[in-house]
């Protein structure tokens, strides 16, 4: 029995802390807690950037934090709007809003990084590594 819970604490934990954006060769996965992973084809990530998310509950607070925002090519038809766990973002209209309280720090230099790995991704060869 407490085998059995170590190791539900341990894929909790693994799930939890594993990276909201990652790179998977050909694709942008995106993954969100309660929610399956998204694997967009990186020809249609046009690129990230800086945003506010905010949220009002009700009866509670409202409250803001930094985000990333992944800006999708309209010529992206299919990838416009998917319905994500409310505590964790936003995608319609072909922007993905990833809420920053519950992943690591959202900074400029972050930002920065996730372009660059784009680019460095769509350069590469189809099936070249994979970064994190």
Not at 15 to 32: E, G, N, Q, V
Not at 49 to 54: E, L, P, Q, W
Not at 104 to 129: D, H, M, Q
Request: charged letters at 25%; aromatic letters at 12%; a neutral charge.
């Amino acid at each position: 029995m407490l085998a059995a819970a170590i190791v539900a604490v341990g894929v909790t934990l693994r799930l939890w802390f594993s990276p909201r954006i990652y790179y998977d060769r050909t694709h942008l996965a995106l993954r969100f807690p309660d929610s399956q992973v998204f694997r967009i084809p990186l020809e249609a990530v046009e690129c990230f950037f800086m945003g506010i998310a905010k949220y009002e509950r009700t009866g509670g607070a409202p409250r803001e934090s930094a985000a990333v925002v992944v800006r999708l090519a309209d010529r992206a038809l299919e990838w416009k709007q998917r319905d994500l766990p409310a505590d964790y973002g936003t995608w319609s209209d072909g922007y993905v809003l990833i809420d920053g309280t519950w992943c690591e720090s959202i900074t400029e230099t972050k930002v920065l990084e996730l372009n660059r790995w784009l680019l460095e991704a769509k350069k590469s060869p189809p099936g070249v590594g994979a970064a994190s």
